[in-house]
T-cell receptor
Framework: KAGVTQTPRYLIKTRGQQVTLSCSPISGHRSVSWYQQTPGQGLQFLFEYFSETQRNKGNFPGRFSGRQFSNSRSEMNVSTLELGDSALYLC??????????????FGAGSRLTVL | AQTVTQSQPEMSVQEAETVTLSCTYDTSESNYYLFWYKQPPSRQMILVIRQEAYKQQNATENRFSVNFQKAAKSFSLKISDSQLGDTAMYFCAFMKPEFNYGGATNKLIFGTGTLLAVQP
């Protein structure tokens, strides 16, 4: 069973540009979450998508956006990049629904460097 | 707001020995979940163990076990018979089920992590 796949693994952008990161969840997983990991702020929740709907959002500016497609694949976009956006962006998928906490399975991440 | 604190930035242990990683959290919720995740140098985050707050029994997974003290809001991870492959960053995480479209959402609040080095 394939794991969570994130592409690209590494990318370098310059300030002011925009970037799109992709995440393919484990087959059958309908929930996709995104996290930003930086040395200074640690791991922070960006947003979660389920069935093409954003159902939870962290405290990030509107430059950070995402979407989910009908096949559960998700993309996140960061516009007008700033130096502080340099980070490892982690995607996690899980079985959705139910009343309890679902276990998240993480991808290897996309390392974004903003110059 | 919930917070998770890991007070040990780095720890070291000899192979085959036992080590305990500390985690405390702050919440006013009664229903929540706690996790330990491991992030090896390859960066893939892996679930180590999970604990439901309503369960008094401490969770165990092979060489990994937790000491969950709900009143003290403490959730420590014990690794027995440490192996070189246990070298990684360990994150403690908190999740409060928030019910929304499609069921409970999956927002994790992470601690700052403990870098564990297992020495041969």
């Amino acid at each position: 069973k394939a794991g969570v796949t994130q592409t690209p693994r590494y990318l370098i952008k310059t300030r002011g540009q925009q970037v799109t990161l992709s995440c393919s969840p484990i087959s059958g997983h309908r929930s996709v979450s995104w996290y930003q990991q930086t040395p200074g702020q640690g791991l922070q929740f960006l947003f979660e998508y389920f069935s093409e709907t954003q159902r939870n959002k962290g405290n990030f500016p509107g430059r950070f956006s995402g979407r989910q497609f009908s096949n559960s694949r998700s993309e996140m976009n960061v516009s007008t990049l700033e130096l502080g956006d340099s980070a490892l962006y982690l995607c996690a998928s899980s079985l959705a629904g139910g009343l309890g906490a679902n276990v998240l399975t993480f991808g290897a991440g996309s390392r974004l460097t903003v110059l | 707001a919930q917070t998770v604190t890991q007070s040990q930035p780095e720890m070291s242990v000899q192979e085959a020995e036992t080590v305990t990683l500390s985690c405390t959290y702050d919440t006013s919720e009664s229903n929540y979940y706690l996790f330990w995740y491991k992030q090896p140098p390859s960066r893939q985050m892996i679930l180590v163990i999970r604990q439901e707050a309503y369960k008094q029994q401490n969770a165990t997974e092979n060489r990994f076990s937790v000491n969950f003290q709900k009143a003290a809001k403490s959730f420590s991870l014990k690794i027995s018979d440490s192996q070189l492959g246990d070298t990684a960053m360990y994150f403690c995480a908190f999740m409060k089920p928030e019910f929304n479209y499609g069921g409970a959402t999956n927002k994790l609040i992470f601690g700052t992590g403990t870098l564990l080095a297992v020495q041969p």
